[in-house]
């Protein structure tokens, strides 16, 4: 248990930031324009800029962002545990935005598209999981010293985990209600609780390719969580049964199921890093804690490709 009190170094006066959400005016460069001002400075880096700001600083508005982090106690660990929440939900950002991305591939019948995409999306899990790696550094007196600063929060609330869970399928009304009250977030969210998911966009995409597909496999209520059906779990058979380089529905449904397993390695590794931190006590936003973590690692979200190996 760190006993040492916190020292949180100077970077940034947050009172002279730009808090605008919205795009910074920025330069447009060529290469000939870049050339030109590497001749100019003879090949060292630009240091003077006009204004108050540098371009760099502009493009991802990092004063703003590293304005950002407002630890709340004078636990040591609590700005690991809130620098990494929000490294994390810049990730899952970006990850969403891989997956939508390849849904839409799907939707036009781009399944190579798809399938190099979702490549980018595995390697977004895998940095997520990875996450753990510097999370798991806190002990379990380490956050007892920040805990109750928490209040209700939890991970649980993230708008932008449940927007990756919903465009791969897993739908929870009653868990995307938590945002009803937040206007400027609840429209996406609740759009995406009611449109397909990337998995019903491929299983239409396997009746247009001549699989016999129930119509209750393709017309339903998304809002509901996906169930398994038996011609959908028969047309995956039939796709599995030409493992071949050459047959891209082989090559999407191994795609798919990969970052369904690199979902769960995440999910597992959140499990057994919040039971080794809190073991068995509920969770700060209500949840049974590490109890409801441990029923969420048994969720697939493609199940019938999972049954292609049985």
């Not at 068995?280 to 049954?307: M, Q």
């Amino acid at each position: 248990m760190p006993t040492f009190e916190p020292f949180h170094p100077f970077v940034v006066d947050a009172d002279g930031v730009d808090a605008s959400p919205h795009a910074r005016p920025m330069p447009i460069t060529t290469d000939e324009s870049r050339e030109a001002t590497s001749t100019e400075t003879g090949g060292e880096p630009l240091v003077d800029f006009d204004g108050t700001s540098n371009p760099y600083i502009d493009y991802q508005s990092i004063d703003l962002l590293l304005s950002l982090q407002h630890p709340r106690s004078g636990g040591y660990d609590e700005m690991c545990f809130f620098v990494m929440g929000q490294v994390k939900e810049l990730l899952f950002r970006g990850l969403h935005f891989e997956l939508v991305n390849a849904q839409r591939q799907l939707r036009d019948d781009e399944i190579d598209n798809a399938i190099h995409i979702l490549g980018r999306a595995g390697a977004y899990v895998d940095y997520i999981t990875s996450s753990w790696d510097v999370l798991s550094t806190i002990s379990t007196e380490g956050f007892n010293q920040f805990r109750d600063t928490l209040g209700t929060a939890s991970g649980q609330l993230s708008f932008m985990y449940r927007h990756v869970e919903f465009v791969l399928g897993n739908k929870s009304e009653r868990l995307a209600r938590a945002h009803r009250n937040v206007p400027h977030v609840w429209p996406a969210l609740d759009e995406a609780l009611r449109s397909p998911s990337l998995y019903d966009d491929a299983i239409a995409l396997l009746a247009r390719r001549g699989f016999a597909i129930d119509a209750v496999a393709l017309d339903r209520d998304w809002s509901l969580p996906y169930e398994p059906n038996p011609s959908v779990e028969a047309a995956w058979r039939e796709v599995f049964a030409d493992p071949s380089t050459g047959n891209p529905l082989y090559r999407l449904g191994q795609a798919l199921v990969g970052v369904d397993q690199k979902f769960s390695v995440y999910r597992w590794r959140h499990f057994v890093s919040v039971e080794r931190i809190i073991g068995y006590k509920p969770g700060t936003g209500g949840s049974a804690g590490v109890g409801w973590l441990e029923g969420v690692t048994r969720h697939r979200f493609f199940p019938e490709i999972w049954a292609t190996a049985n």
